[in-house]
Nanobody, 117 residues
């Protein structure tokens, strides 16, 4: 069982930036795939970004050019750097992890991101 602990959410004005972190309870080197989903009120959970070991990335069209996902191996975390935030980015953001073709296999508890206009 892998626990994922997110941090870094909060309230920011449109155009601002936030940095989300996700710390797995196991070595990040033992996890093939890491990523972030988000779920806005009344909407389905959607994939935001993924990073596959060692550093292949994939982004939803809605965040390309604004969000960056990366692995901080020394700190054993996965980072989602969010810039040029828009009110429509408001959601609960969930960290996800998986290995061996199982995706997603583990979820974090979620962190709230609110972007005011």
């Amino acid at each position: 069982q892998v626990q994922l602990v997110e941090s870094g959410g909060g309230l920011v004005q449109a155009g601002g930036s936030l940095r989300l972190s996700c710390a797995p309870s196991v070595s990040i080197f033992s996890i093939d795939d890491l990523g972030w989903y988000r779920q806005a009120p009344g909407k389905q959970r959607e994939l935001v970004a993924t990073i596959t070991f060692p550093r292949r990335t994939n982004y939803a069209d809605s965040v390309k050019g604004r969000f960056t996902i990366s692995r901080d191996n020394p700190k054993n975390t996965v980072i989602l750097q969010m810039t040029s935030l828009k009110p429509e980015d408001t959601a609960v953001y969930y960290c996800a992890a998986g290995s061996g073709g199982r995706w997603p296999d583990y979820w974090g508890q979620g962190t709230q991101v609110t972007v005011s206009s």
